[in-house]
């Protein structure tokens, strides 16, 4: 099983960019799908972007478009490239794997905002 730490997170402008990390420690990391969420305050945690185990990606259609997920197995880390930045994307981004059940990151948080 693996475990999940977030970073990369922080205030920018609107129009700005961010890269988010999410690095995992345990085995198995490649048979994990992996994914980010988001949760915006008074509000449910959505979906944003999925990378499965073949490499093959989906995203909400909020952000298609402006982020992109990728991954690194040999590192163990995912990243979200996030750009175009507005301010419906402030919330925490937590990190997810999936390989039949859930694990999760502690997240980070992400506030766009003049």
């Known amino acids: 099983q693996v475990q999940l730490v977030e970073s990369g997170g922080g205030l920018v402008q609107p129009g700005g960019s961010l890269r988010l990390s999410c690095a995992a420690s345990?085995?198995?990391?490649?048979?994990?799908?992996m994914s980010w969420y988001r949760q915006a305050p008074g509000k449910q945690r959505e979906l944003v972007a999925t990378i499965f185990v073949a490499g093959s990606t989906n995203y909400a259609d909020s952000v298609k478009g402006r982020f992109s997920i990728s991954r690194d197995n040999a590192k163990k880390t995912i990243y979200l490239q996030m750009n175009s930045l507005e301010p419906e994307d402030t919330g925490v981004y937590f990190c997810?794997?999936?390989?039949?059940?859930?694990?999760w990151g502690q997240g980070t948080q992400v506030t766009v905002s003049s």
């Open positions: 345990g085995s198995l990391f490649s048979t994990y799908h």
């Open positions: 997810n794997a999936n390989r039949g059940y859930n694990i």
